[in-house]
């Protein structure tokens, strides 16, 4: 990643052979204004930002399933995960060269009990996309919030981040599917 985000996290791996699979966890920090609180923790609003961001760049999106995942499993996590399944076909001139005819995401909207969130994507070319699919959902389960601090909202008691001097870039490393921000362009 080359551009210094504090409120995103991605994880990129290179299968041996070729191929890609980017892991990527958004933040969300608490909203002043309480319509975009809610927005931010609404299922049919994640998969119609989801939707958007994708087609506003070009690509062809085809949905597919989408809903929470079963509560038995989660609920003891203290949170609540709803998973949003797509094929995207992306623009040939987005992907730097690389020739892929479509990718798979698998998109997570994370309700923890303390009212706080986050959104987790798993985009692959691999045809069996279900392996980072079960990655992504591994790592969902290893979370754990740390302590709030009292009297900001239940907002995390870590360290500010700072930014880097410079963020390094990686010669060498191939081209990763095309990943928007939401609202943003890859």
Known sequence: MDVYQPDR???TYARPGG????????????QQDPVRERQLRDPQAFVKELKDVWLRNGHEVVMGSAGFLPDAEWAPRKRRVYRVESAIKPRQEALGGRNVARFYLDAYLVLFERNECIRLE???DRENHVVLRDQAEGLIRSLELGPSTPGLGGASAQPPLTQPSSTPSAPGRPAAPPVPSPGGTP
């Open 9 to 11: 996290i991605e994880m």
């Open 19 to 30: 191929g890609l699979d980017v892991l990527i966890v958004f933040t969300t920090e608490r």
């Open 122 to 124: 798993a985009l692959t």
